[in-house]
């Protein structure tokens, strides 16, 4: 190099020096984000949330909502899983796709769209490394062979006999699951994936990306099948256990926090437990831990493995760095002894009405908790309406992004309450049980189009063909004054059929449903 040639160089290299410089430092004023979504865990299930009628220790989730803010009124998509995992990704009510009521089923196919923005496209626009672990349970387009569909579908298995798999099963397996699955996780903005797609359906295997690990080659064990343990008979690996998947789960997510955190690209980590969501795979130290019943020793043990991910972020040293938001896909379910637990003196929905899958508040209402350091005031706790719809919203707020007219449809940036403000984000949401029937909150004002809960749920004014109840003053659901406020009920039937029609709930140009939306009153 000369001495005329060094100037020229410089002035090539100068910008691309602070170019690079000033990536670097955006970087460095970018969180990383982790989201820990529990699998029906009940908002009584978590002790800051129930004082008074929880008796489950939750150690770990206590902490994180010492060291951050809890919000009391924090409610899911809906009272069952897939609906709500898809809101929670992207921002916008379920029930504008095709999944109006239910779950996605077995072998189901995608319910996210490839051009559709959830969390983790947007954080990799923005240079983040993203990662699902745990459970998708929103469909897959599955390499199912033509024809070969009867090979797969062995469904409502409860171990009263003993399924041999033929030749013609591991052949017909053998093809499917030596196969890429497209249309997963990684289809849809996150980098890598790991877990088991439905820990109680089939394929009984981890799946990594988008590939088994391993190929099924056997029925699954029988001995899976016990109460509240696995569902549905299926394609297993020989020897597949349930225990071992929770654990799995925490070991990875640690893993990436640890390999991330050294790099200086932030991170974006979705982890949807497993639990407590049936099956109720306790591991041996944790059973009778509660003593309650097995379901309460499981959501012990999620405490726990919740606990190993945030001392996973203050080993790494990016604790201090790190947004974590933690929540739950809906209440929990009945069928897990829910009873007994409440003649020991546990309610698993705290002060609320029902339970999983109905459209009272026991049904959605859930634990929601944002921790982030310096940001968000440790101890805090805010009583504004606030949804998992609105995390994509909070997340491109957070990183200075607009979204598209076609994104986010029904999400309300958070972060204006997460920095201390208390005025209402959002004046309205929806919230429907397992069969698609609508809540509607305004305000303190709730209306559910139906007679009962549209979900397990039993009892309801059945006198009146709706309802509507005042949550100021009667949060337990106990009073229906449909009958009573007629000019109000109209009014929020009006709403409901204007979010409706509008394809969004936000400020912005109308939107497509992608289906016809059904109606219920």
């Not at 979705?270 to 041996?284: D, I, Q």
């Not at 009778?288 to 190993?308: P, R």
């Not at 705290?350 to 026991?362: N, T, V």
């Not at 944002?370 to 990183?399: C, F, K, M, Y």
Request: with cysteine.
């Amino acid at each position: 190099m000369t001495k005329k040639t060094a100037p020229l160089l410089l002035t090539f290299l100068l910008p691309l020096l602070l170019a690079l410089a000033a990536t670097l430092a955006g970087a460095a004023e970018r969180p990383n984000m982790v989201v820990l979504y529990a699998d029906d865990l009940g908002y009584g299930d978590v002790q800051c949330y129930n004082r008074q009628r929880g008796k489950i220790p939750t150690p770990h989730i206590d902490q994180l909502a010492s060291d951050g803010m809890r919000f009391t009124d924090g409610h899911s998509s809906s009272g069952v899983c897939s609906p709500s995992r898809y809101t929670i990704l992207t921002g916008r009510y379920h029930w504008r796709s095709r999944l109006q009521r239910g779950i996605v089923g077995l072998w189901g196919a995608p319910l996210i769209t490839p051009d559709r923005m959830t969390l983790g496209s947007l954080a990799k626009q923005h240079g983040y490394q993203t990662a699902c672990i745990g459970k998708w349970h929103l469909g897959w387009n599955w390499p199912i062979p033509a024809g070969k569909a009867a090979l797969f579908r062995t469904t409502g298995y409860r171990g009263k006999k003993n399924i041999q798999a033929t030749d013609e099963h591991r052949a017909a397996w053998r093809e499917a699951f030596s196969q890429p699955i497209p249309g997963g996780p990684t289809a849809v903005g996150f980098d890598e994936y790991f877990g088991t797609d439905v820990p109680n359906w089939p394929p009984y295997c981890f799946i990594e990306n988008d590939r088994t690990v391993g190929i099924p080659s056997e029925y699954a064990d029988p001995k899976l099948f016990a109460k509240n343990q696995a569902s549905q008979q299926g394609p297993a690996l020989e020897g597949w256990t349930l225990e071992p998947i929770l654990p799995a789960l925490g070991e990875r997510a640690a893993e990436f926090i640890k390999r991330e955190a050294k790099t200086p690209q932030p991170f974006l980590l979705y982890l949807p437990f497993t639990s407590p969501h049936t099956p109720l795979s306790v591991n041996e130290p944790w059973k009778g831990k509660s003593d309650l019943n097995l379901y309460a020793d499981f959501v012990m043990e999620t405490d726990a493995v919740i606990g190993q991910v945030l001392e996973a972020l203050e080993e790494s040293g990016a604790a201090e760095s790190t947004l974590v938001i933690f929540t739950s896909d809906n209440g929990c379910a009945p069928y897990i002894g829910v009873a007994d637990l409440e003649k020991k003196g546990h309610y698993p929905s705290g002060p609320l009405r029902g339970y999983k899958a109905d459209a009272w508040e026991g049904g959605h209402r859930v634990p929601f908790i944002v921790r982030w350091p310096g940001i968000v005031e440790a101890g805090s706790v805010n009583d504004q309406l606030v949804h998992q719809a609105d995390l994509l919203a909070t997340i491109a707020d957070i990183l200075g992004s607009d979204l598209p007219d076609n994104a986010g449809e029904d999400s309300f940036s958070l972060l204006p309450l997460m920095r201390g403000e208390d005025g209402p984000v959002r004046e309205t949401a929806v919230s429907c049980s397992i069969n698609g029937t609508p809540s509607l909150r305004a305000g303190n004002w709730k209306y559910i189009a139906a007679r009962g809960s549209g979900g397990w749920g039993k009892g309801g004014d059945q006198s009146q063909p709706v309802q509507l109840y005042d949550l100021s003053t009667d949060l337990s659901e106990s009073k229906n004054l449909a009958a009573a406020q007629p000019q109000r009920l109209s009014e929020m039937q009006a709403l409901l059929e204007e979010i409706i029609t509008n394809g969004r709930s936000t400020q912005g140009p109308p939107q497509k449903n992608d289906v016809k939306v059904r109606r219920f009153a």
